[in-house]
């Protein structure tokens, strides 16, 4: 049974693996779980063998889970009430999940405890935060009940159950013990965060720096080249972060560093992926168009430059990544650019 009798229903909107890999742990705490998806073969999949084979494999989930799809998000039955609600949808098609969802959740206001974002990237369009986002488009009344769950959380390694910590961030102080007490298990901890701001760009950004890492990889390059990525990276993260309101401190913690170390390292990572094979000279359409699941940083990176170039920030990784996915630029020769840069100090 789970620890929170006041809990007992919650929807998770999107089927991939991250998604999958949440429904299974709150299911087994006994949450009711009911996930959507927009993929029919995902949905008849997780309802007749208690499967999801496309993204979790052979990963069994229990009875308390369920799938059901609409192509109008807005057709639920009128009797379920879900206290939490999970976005685990890529950064791009929030907005709209979101607005077909206003209707249902004007309706039930009072009974969500939370709104929870798991999803790590900004709106190309807009240059919006998640939480910005639904900020925008849901009731009023629910804006001060969206939170963001971020962390180095690969989900394959979640769902075999080895050890890992997450942060969970609102700047409600009860939503956030709620939700760490409705998503902690002996093997996921969870903290709490009140900067939103700064573990909402953690998440985006560190895949900007991934996609990096991956190409140094695919350059074949070592250990000395991957670690000065990372800690030039996070100096970037840092001061994105901090030119927009987030705390110094958020970025040297699990939001920050820590994911950043697992999406840089990680052979699952997808966004290393991606640089990987940019670095073997694949063309980014190319690569998108063969891979079924998404690669937050493409998108984020087109964001950050522009956000860069806009506020006038220095980003020397994010602008060599940018101009090497959208201006075709060579890797070798941005590579050369990024390690002939004027002299400073650290």
Request: proline residues 3%.
């Amino acid at each position: 049974m789970n620890e929170n009798q006041n809990i007992k229903d919650i929807l998770v909107i999107g089927a991939g693996s991250w998604g999958t890999a949440l429904s299974y742990i709150l299911s087994q705490k006994g949450y009711n779980i009911k996930i959507w998806s927009i993929e029919q073969s995902v949905i008849e999949d997780i309802n007749n063998s208690h499967k999801n084979s496309k993204y979790t494999g052979d990963l069994i989930l229990p009875i308390n889970v369920c799938a059901f799809g609409t192509h109008d998000i807005r057709n639920f039955d009128g009797s379920y009430k879900p206290e939490i609600i999970i976005f685990a949808v890529p950064t791009q098609y929030v907005r709209n999940v979101a607005t077909n969802l206003c209707n249902f959740l004007e309706e039930h206001s009072s009974k969500v405890v939370s709104i929870v974002n798991v999803a790590k990237g900004i709106e190309i369009v807009t240059n919006l935060r998640i939480s910005q986002i639904l900020s925008e488009v849901l009731p009023n009344n629910i804006n001060k009940k969206i939170a963001v769950l971020s962390g180095p959380n690969i989900s394959s390694e979640i769902i075999k159950k080895l050890p890992s910590v997450s942060t969970i961030a609102s700047k409600n102080i009860k939503v956030n013990r709620l939700l760490q007490e409705v998503f902690s298990t002996d093997y996921f901890r969870v903290y709490t965060n009140d900067d939103l701001v700064g573990v909402e760009l953690c998440g985006a950004l560190k895949n900007i720096i991934a996609i990096a890492t991956g190409i140094s990889d695919g350059l074949g390059f070592g250990s000395n080249s991957k670690a000065s990525l990372i800690t030039r990276g996070l100096y970037e993260l840092t001061k994105f972060g901090v030119k927009f309101g987030a705390k110094p401190k958020t970025f040297s913690g699990i939001a920050g560093m820590g994911d950043l170390i697992t999406t840089c390292i990680s052979p699952c990572s997808r966004n290393r992926y991606v640089g990987e094979r940019l670095a073997k000279g694949e063309k980014i359409d190319n690569i998108i168009k063969s891979m079924y699941m998404i690669a937050e940083g493409i998108d984020t990176t087109k964001a950050v430059y522009e956000m860069s170039l806009k506020f006038d920030l220095e980003l020397p990784i994010t602008e060599c990544v940018y101009n090497i996915i959208y201006n075709d630029t060579n890797v070798l020769d941005s590579v050369k650019s990024l390690m002939t840069r004027k002299f400073k100090s650290e």
